[in-house]
């Protein structure tokens, strides 16, 4: 099966080429390189933390428990029953999340917040089988949305039965892009638990027969034209010219060196390098953050401005061309000039590639294609039963094309649902499937024109546009209502 790797994701949250096999299936956060350095966190007066928890909510036959991490802050948090600010884990080491979130830590003084980060299962250190967790399907399938929901469902109700004064505490449940989707649907699935969530750059309606699979690159091809209609035309040009320089030894060389690839590459392995490429384009419309930044890669503040500046010249020749092409994808690979070389086969550990592609395969199938004329990606269409069958050929197993919207009602919720914010940056591609207009009066939308994936969670920073300070200031203002509106009326005493 052909494929581009033009965004996930990481949460998204997401298109992946591991093991050979390639599957068709952007999703946030998957779009980008390997990252190696230790994680650490930048916040101080925090504890790391393990939960025992249950491999199987759902059925009798497996007993099994695991170590859940998780990252708790009660620096600012008072007691008794103060509010408790958890973040919904998503595809990734928790420490990723945390660091990306200032938006908590900058907030949680001002509402005597207690703040957890809980790991995901299957990602970071919390893996119920150790390293043979995504070996085979019995050990793998318990990795779902479903399980995950309820491994925080469980660790919440021990939150108030264990820590002295927090028999009453109000849970504010936040995430962003997959995480973002899983405190949305935390909210639907258990109401009684949280009072409220705040789901940025979540695309839940990024699904088979809602969505339609061109939205995502649409927005991240106007996010390089909107700098420059030249940079995305070198771009739409370029994959052309590596394929023509790819078919002779003497032009893979060439790409070889250009792109500063750890090795020679044969000519079948063409495709790969345009999906690292493309991943790399794909990846960097999330990310134009207005200050610098070090989610998935150290860059620039409005890192696609910079990349744009060598992209000028469309009409170059095929050499030309792609001299250009490596010095724009260095500004992501290696703007500090500390990479040696790229391995275009290596995904980021970070963000949990492998359990991502088994969760895109089973019910996070999220579609994404290109026609290259409203893009500037190669041509690629988007089938269910191709899709499908690669996933079938991966794991043994057939994609749950409507499972996502049964269980949580996709376009539907607003029948039932209330308390959520769903915010989204505009320039962000995963808007594309995410909510932008208000449901109810309690189901609120917040767009942030000018802003990127989730950027609304992350720290206020000094060239944060007006706009966006506005919209955290809207988002404060909405769970204070949800707060008073509890501590007035509906406190709920954890007794069981």
Not at 173 to 199: N, Q
């Amino acid at each position: 099966m052909k494929i581009s790797l033009v965004i996930l994701i990481n949460l998204s949250i997401f298109f992946l080429l591991i093991d050979g096999l390639k599957i068709q299936n952007h999703h946030h956060h998957q779009h980008h390189l390997s990252l190696t350095q230790p994680l650490s966190l930048k916040y101080s007066n925090f504890q790391v933390k393990y939960f025992q928890q249950k491999v199987d909510h759902f059925s009798y036959s497996n007993n099994d428990t695991f170590e859940q991490r998780y990252i708790i802050s009660t620096e600012h948090w008072k007691s008794p029953n103060g509010p408790i600010w958890f973040y919904a884990g998503n595809e990734g080491d928790i420490f990723t999340f945390a660091n990306n979130t200032g938006f908590m830590w900058d907030n949680a003084k001002k509402f005597s917040a207690m703040i957890i980060f809980m790991e995901h299962r299957y990602y970071g250190e919390s893996m119920p089988y150790g390293k043979k967790s995504m070996q085979n399907l019995s050990m793998a399938g318990y990795l779902t949305v479903e399980q995950a929901l309820a491994d925080y469902a469980d660790f919440i109700v021990d939150i108030h039965m264990t820590i002295n004064g927090a028999r009453s505490s109000p849970v504010v449940i936040m995430g962003g892009s997959y995480g973002g989707m899983l405190a949305a649907w935390f909210r639907i699935k258990y109401p009684h638990l949280c009072v409220g969530a705040l789901a940025a750059s979540a695309p839940i309606l990024q699904f088979p027969d809602i969505y339609d699979c061109e939205g995502y690159n649409r927005i991240a091809t106007k996010d390089f034209t909107n700098y420059s209609p030249k940079c995305s035309e070198s771009i739409r040009r370029s994959w052309s010219a590596i394929r023509r320089l790819a078919k002779t030894y003497d032009g893979r060389k060439f790409l070889s060196e250009q792109f500063q690839l750890c090795e020679e590459f044969p000519e079948q392995l063409v495709q790969t390098l345009i999906d690292w490429i493309a991943n790399i384009w794909g990846t960097l419309p999330m990310i134009d953050y207005p200050n610098p930044a070090d989610f998935l890669s150290k860059l620039p503040a409005y890192p696609i401005k910079v990349v744009c500046q060598y992209l000028t010249e469309p009409d170059s020749n095929d050499k030309q061309l792609i001299q250009s092409i490596a010095k724009a994808i260095s500004v992501y690979t290696n703007y500090t000039g500390d990479t040696e070389c790229n391995k275009i086969n290596e995904s980021n550990d970070r963000l949990g590639t492998n359990a991502w592609d088994f969760q895109a395969c089973t019910e996070m199938v999220l579609p994404e294609c290109s026609n290259g004329v409203d893009d500037m990606f190669e041509p690629e269409k988007w089938t269910f039963d191709e899709f499908s069958a690669g996933c079938r050929q991966k794991y043994g197993i057939n994609s749950d094309r409507y499972k996502a919207l049964i269980m949580f009602g996709g376009k539907h919720i607003s029948h039932t649902a209330t308390n959520i914010i769903f915010s989204n940056g505009l320039r962000d591609p995963w808007s594309a499937g995410g909510v932008l207009e208000t449901l109810s009066d309690t189901l609120i939308a917040i767009k942030i024109p000018g802003a990127c994936h989730h950027e609304d969670l992350r720290s206020q920073g000094p060239n944060d546009p007006k706009i966006l300070l506005e919209a955290r200031e809207q988002e404060l203002q909405i769970i204070g209502d949800w707060l008073q509106s509890y501590y007035k009326q509906n406190q709920i005493e954890f007794k069981f």
